[in-house]
């Protein structure tokens, strides 16, 4: 498979085209690819967050904007790291099946549906149809996130379903540990009866 | 064929959609938000050409950044007016000079220009409160200072107790005027008060500009020696043309420019950015050892 072929394949044949990926592994070309989303991802989030009437009221510094972006775009670097290492290892935890590598690489091209989002939604934003934008965004993420699914399933060679768990356990865990938090502080209260 | 058609279509659209992100993001146009936008730009610390501060320097203000600031606002077709906040002690006087003209520029393009000083607005500061069509000043705010200073050091019994024998190898006899390695002579001290004595000059007919009619040039010579008013007393001579606040001066702003009340959008253009506030910005050694001796409005 040629990059071209990569690139048009994750749009619309996603199944055959991670399924390649998570054998052949090309991961410079994907995490060139994440690096050029993300880049991409900043230049029209700030161009979209100066179109906020809302933010634009806050009167926040421009400079902040940017560098909030940038922050997050280093943040997103590194969290594709540690969530394709996190979630090979509950693949090989629970279902003996792990592919670090190969997932990373099938994370980093499922990615290119996210350029198209804020694209579209900074094109409606100018348009002034404010509805479409937000609802364009909705699609593009929750296609980003079936792209996910999918390419835990194809680098793991697991069902959909199972895909679907490995993925969830992590949020499961964050929220329990946020319950216990908030019990532990609740217990620790200073007032007495 | 018809893959890479879909691919670079794709590249194609973002690289447009791309373009007018970075585009608009220069230009700052206000696509969805207000149409009146009331533009702040901040003169904060001794007003300077220099584009660099030293790491403990908390920076100053930039000629070269207030300019750039001057010009958006002028360009920018949303920005109705524009308030000058001014917080300094003055600076040198090409620095202030140069800014001045831009706000003249700025409000020969229509755009009304009102001055709201903070603590202080002596000196250079003043001197940009006149390029501009309202000055409003805190009844205790410190202003005036009108004069030029010029200030340099003899450090040669400093430099005989070090040991310091200063070599000079000049192409002319002024050349090293105001080394620090040896006293001022005459025709030097003479040279430098012309030098001194044409900007103090060059300070009045900056105030007559922008004062005319608000003071006569006999009271301005008389307070002209570089003394320093309170707000209040500018008001009594002249120097300014109301007391209030930011705010007031935002209002007055938004009056000049035909904007109804609480109407205009205000957006601050030279808010410090992140290294900056951490006073590091395009900081360069040399600049922190070694430092000109130049004249100043201050």
Same mark, same amino acid.
């Given at each position: ?133 937000? $609802? =364009?965004?909705?699609? !593009?993420? /929750?296609?980003?996130? %079936? &792209?996910? #699914?999918?390419? *835990?399933?194809?680098?793991?060679? +697991? ?8 993925? $969830? =356990?992590?949020?499961? !865990?964050? /929220?329990?540990?946020? %319950? &216990?938090? #908030?019990?532990? *502080?609740?217990?620790?209260?200073? +007032?007495?009866? | ?298």
């Amino acid at each position: 498979m040629s990059f071209t072929e990569i690139i048009y394949g994750i749009l619309f044949e996603p199944v055959k085209t991670l399924r390649y990926l998570a054998e052949n592994k090309p991961l410079g070309q994907g995490l060139l690819v994440f690096l050029v989303v993300l880049i991409f991802n900043i230049i029209v989030g700030q161009g979209n967050s100066n179109l906020s009437y809302e933010l634009s009221n806050l009167s926040l510094p421009v400079q902040i904007g940017w560098f909030i972006s940038v922050i997050t775009g280093i943040i997103s670097f590194f969290m594709l790291f540690i969530s394709a290492a996190l979630l090979s290892l509950i693949g090989e935890i629970i279902y003996r099946k792990s592919n670090a590598v190969g997932l990373l690489t099938c994370l980093s091209f499922a990615s290119i549906p996210g350029v198209l989002g804020p694209a579209l939604e900074y094109l409606f934003s100018l348009a002034g149809i404010q509805w479409l934008a937000i $609802l =364009i965004s909705l699609a !593009v993420g /929750i296609w980003v996130l %079936v &792209l996910q #699914v999918l390419a *835990v399933r194809e680098a793991l060679l +697991i069902d959909t379903g199972k895909a679907i768990i490995v993925m $969830l =356990i992590p949020f499961v !865990v964050l /929220i329990a540990l946020a %319950v &216990l938090l #908030v019990i532990g *502080v609740a217990t620790m209260s200073p +007032i007495s009866y | 064929m018809k893959k890479k058609l879909v691919v670079a279509f794709m590249l194609v659209f973002l690289l447009v959609v791309g373009s007018i992100a970075v585009v608009n993001e220069k230009g700052k146009t206000n696509f969805a938000g207000s149409d009146s936008v009331i533009g702040i730009i901040n003169v904060e610390g001794t007003i300077t050409g220099s584009g660099l501060s030293g790491i403990m320097d908390s920076g100053g203000a930039n000629a070269i950044e207030i300019m750039e600031n001057i010009k958006t606002a002028r360009e920018r077709q949303d920005i109705k007016a524009v308030v000058l906040r001014i917080n300094s002690p003055g600076g040198t006087a090409a620095a202030s000079q140069e800014i001045a003209e831009e706000l003249d520029k700025l409000r020969k393009a229509g755009k009304p220009v009102v001055t709201s000083m903070g603590d202080m607005c002596a000196s250079g500061g003043y001197w940009l409160a006149c390029s501009t069509d309202y000055i409003m000043a805190n009844g205790g705010t410190l202003t005036g200072s009108i004069g030029v200073i010029m200030q340099l050091a003899n450090l040669e019994e400093l430099y005989s107790k070090l040991g310091i024998k200063m070599e000079t190898i000049k192409s002319g006899e002024h050349k090293d005027i105001g080394s620090p390695a040896r006293p001022l002579t005459l025709e030097e001290r003479q040279l430098l008060q012309s030098l001194i004595d044409d900007s103090y000059e060059q300070f009045l007919e900056q105030v007559k500009k922008g004062r005319e009619g608000k003071i006569s040039e006999e009271e301005l010579l008389k307070i002209a020696d570089g003394r320093i008013f309170s707000g209040r007393q500018a008001l009594k001579l002249g120097l300014i043309d109301g007391l209030g606040n930011y705010y007031d001066a935002i209002r007055q702003a938004e009056k000049m420019a035909g904007i109804k009340k609480g109407e205009a959008t205000v957006e601050v253009l030279n808010q410090p950015n992140f290294w900056q506030k951490l006073g590091l910005s395009n900081v360069r050694a040399g600049d922190i050892l070694f430092k000109d001796n130049i004249m100043e409005l201050r």
